[in-house]
C-alpha cells in the first residue's frame, strides 16, 4: 500500500487529501492525539481521532511504540506546534507494544540516562536523541563519498583480515579455526599456524593503510572507508574495540599536501551536515544545553553545538610542529603547577589527551594540526626528516575529541624504510609486498586515518564514543 514519510508529509501542503503514513507510536494523548515517527525526521505527525467513532478494542491498542498505519486527511493543524495533522479515518495496526515488560519505557517520553540506554541499544535508536545522532552518522558518511568522488578519489576496499601489524602496536585481535583446548602444536610445543585456517597467523585489520598504500600508487588517490579494530584495553570514551575509518592515500603528496587535504575534507563534510541536518543538529543542541546546566560552569562549552561547527568550518586549523607545542606545555600553568597527570619535562614525551586538549582548548582555542613529532614515539612507516629524529608526521586534534586524525607522509626510500624495520624488529617476510612498492617506481606519498565515530561525536556533540555507533565493542561488551 501506498504511504508517505512523515517527513514528506510534514512538508506538503495540506488540502485534505488522502494519505496513509506508517510508524510507531510515541505518544497517545486524551484518546485523541497520536503522535507518530518513521524515523524519516525528528518530528512527529499529529494524527487526531474521533475516538467516539472508534472500536474500543482497537482504541486499546494504541499504545506507546505500537506500530501502525493510519489513512486519513491530511489537513492544516488545529493546535499550535505543528503545521499539518492527519483527521484519521482508518488505522491498522501491524504489531503491539507489549505493556507488560518494563523496556517499554525507553519509548515513552520519560529522560533516561544514556548509560542506561546502551544496555537497549537495540530500542534507543527510537528515542528522538538516537534517532538524531544515527541519521547524522548516515549524512556525514554520504558527505565523506562525496568528497572523495568529486575530487578524483576511488575508493578502495581493503582486507579485514590481514597477517599483517598496520600500526606495529601489537593490539591485534586474532583471526583464527583452530580449536582452542587442544591446537595442533610444532616441534617446540608452540602453535603451529601453518595448519590454521590461512596457513598463517592472521588477525582483523588495525588500519588499511599499507593496502591503501599499494593502490594508491596506481590509482593516484584512493580513500578507504571501513570498520577497524583494536584489542587495545582502553576502556575511556574516545576508544572502541570496533571502530570506522576513513583513510585517505595520496602518491606524490606531501606533508604539507596532505594537512591540506585533511583540513579542507574535515571542513567539507562538516559543512554538509550543518547545511542538512539542521533540525537534528538544533535538536542535539538543545539537548547538549540540557545537560550542561546541571555542570559548574568551567564544564560547560563556550560554544553551542552549531555555532561551534561553524566556527570550525570557517576558520583555518592552527600548524604547530611537536617541538613548538612541548615548549608551550613544558610552560604551561597546569604543567608548572603539576596539575598534569603526566608532567612534561623532556623533548620526546609522548602526547596525553589532558595535553592534546589543554593546547586546542585553552592554548589555541581552534582545532590543531601538530607535526614532525619524534621519530621513536611514531609508526615505522612516517618518513624520517633531515634532522635524523623527527617524522613527518600529523595529527589533528580537535576540541572536547583530542585526536581525530592520524596521518604522515609514508617512507619511500627502500634503504631508510629497511632500516626502521630492522631496528624495530619487523621481519621483511611479513612486509616483503611494502617493500616492493618501494621497488619499482617509488614516490613521495601521503595520508591520513580520521576516526569516523569521533567525527561523529563531535558532529553531534555527544560526550560518549559509545553513544555514537549502533553497536558499540568496548572490553567486556560485545552485546547484540
Ligand atoms: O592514529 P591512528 O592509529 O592512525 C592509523 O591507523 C594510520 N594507519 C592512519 C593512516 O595514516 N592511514 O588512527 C587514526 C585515527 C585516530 O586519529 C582516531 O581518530 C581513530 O583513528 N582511532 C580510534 N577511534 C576509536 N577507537 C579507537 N580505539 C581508535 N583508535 C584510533
Ligand atoms: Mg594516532
Not at 599456524?193 to 588517490?221: H, I, R
Request: glycine fraction near 6%.
Amino acid at each position: 500500500m501506498h504511504s508517505t514519510s512523515v517527513k514528506e508529509l510534514l512538508s506538503t501542503p495540506p488540502a485534505s487529501q488522502e494519505v496513509t503514513v506508517n510508524g510507531w507510536v510515541k505518544t497517545f494523548r486524551s484518546n485523541r492525539f497520536i503522535n507518530i515517527n518513521d524515523g524519516s525526521i525528528i518530528h512527529n505527525i499529529q494524527c487526531v481521532v474521533d475516538f467516539e467513532s472508534l472500536d474500543q478494542h482497537l482504541l486499546k491498542q494504541i499504545t506507546v511504540g505500537a506500530a501502525l498505519r493510519v489513512t486519513g486527511k491530511l489537513v492544516e493543524s488545529q493546535g499550535s506546534g505543528q503545521a499539518v495533522e492527519i483527521q484519521v479515518t482508518d488505522i491498522f495496526v501491524h504489531g503491539l507494544a507489549d505493556t507488560e515488560d518494563v523496556k517499554l519505557t525507553v519509548l515513552s517520553p520519560k529522560k533516561h540516562s544514556l548509560e542506561f540506554l546502551r544496555e537497549q541499544a537495540h530500542l534507543r535508536v527510537r528515542t528522538n536523541t538516537f534517532g538524531a545522532i544515527m541519521r547524522v552518522r548516515s549524512a556525514l558518511s554520504f558527505a565523506i563519498h562525496q568528497y572523495f568522488q568529486q575530487n578524483g578519489f576511488y575508493y578502495f576496499h581493503a582486507p579485514i583480515v590481514t597477517g599483517s601489524d598496520a600500526e606495529g602496536a601489537g593490539e591485534m585481535f586474532r583471526v583464527t579455526t583452530l580449536d582452542p583446548k587442544k591446537p595442533p602444536l610444532t616441534e617446540e610445543g608452540d602453535v603451529n599456524y601453518k595448519d590454521d585456517f590461512f596457513g598463517k597467523e592472521t588477525n582483523l585489520t588495525v588500519s588499511g593503510q599499507l593496502e591503501a598504500e599499494a593502490y594508491a600508487m596506481a590509482l593516484g588517490k584512493v580513500y578507504t572507508f571501513g570498520p577497524t579494530f583494536r584489542a587495545e584495553n582502553s576502556n575511556t570514551s574516545r576508544h572502541l574495540a570496533e571502530f570506522w575509518m576513513i583513510e585517505p592515500e595520496v602518491a606524490f603528496n606531501d606533508l604539507d599536501d596532505n594537512m591540506d587535504l585533511a583540513e579542507d575534507f574535515i571542513k567539507n563534510v562538516i559543512s554538509y551536515v550543518l547545511e542538512n541536518c539542521k533540525e537534528d543538529l538544533q535538536f542535539l543542541e538543545k539537548r547538549l544545553l540540557d545537560e550542561e546546566k546541571t555542570k559548574p560552569q568551567i564544564e560547560r562549552s563556550e560554544m553551542a553545538l552549531i555555532e561551534k561547527l561553524e566556527f570550525v568550518s570557517q576558520n583555518t586549523f592552527k600548524r604547530v610542529s611537536y617541538t613548538e607545542a612541548i615548549d608551550i606545555l613544558r610552560n604551561s600553568k597546569p604543567n608548572k603547577k603539576k596539575k598534569f597527570k603526566y608532567l612534561i619535562n623532556e623533548w620526546g614525551a609522548d602526547l596525553q589527551s589532558e595535553h592534546e586538549r589543554y593546547l586546542v582548548e585553552k592554548h589555541f582555542k581552534c582545532p590543531v594540526i601538530l607535526f614532525d613529532y619524534p621519530a621513536k614515539i611514531k609508526a615505522f612507516y612516517m618518513r624520517l626528516n633531515e634532522d635524523g629524529k623527527t617524522v613527518r608526521a600529523m595529527d589533528i586534534l580537535f576540541p572536547g575529541i583530542g585526536e581525530i586524525v592520524g596521518g604522515s607522509q609514508r617512507e619511500e626510500r627502500l634503504d631508510v624504510l629497511k632500516e626502521k624495520m630492522e631496528t624495530l624488529g619487523i621481519p621483511e617476510e611479513e612486509l616483503w609486498w611494502y617493500l616492493d612498492l618501494r621497488k619499482f617506481g617509488t614516490a613521495e606519498h601521503s595520508g591520513f586515518g580520521l576516526g569516523f565515530e569521533r567525527l561523529v561525536l563531535f558532529a553531534t556533540g555527544m560526550g560518549n564514543i559509545r553513544d555514537v555507533i549502533p553497536f558499540p565493542r568496548t572490553p567486556q561488551n560485545a552485546e547484540f
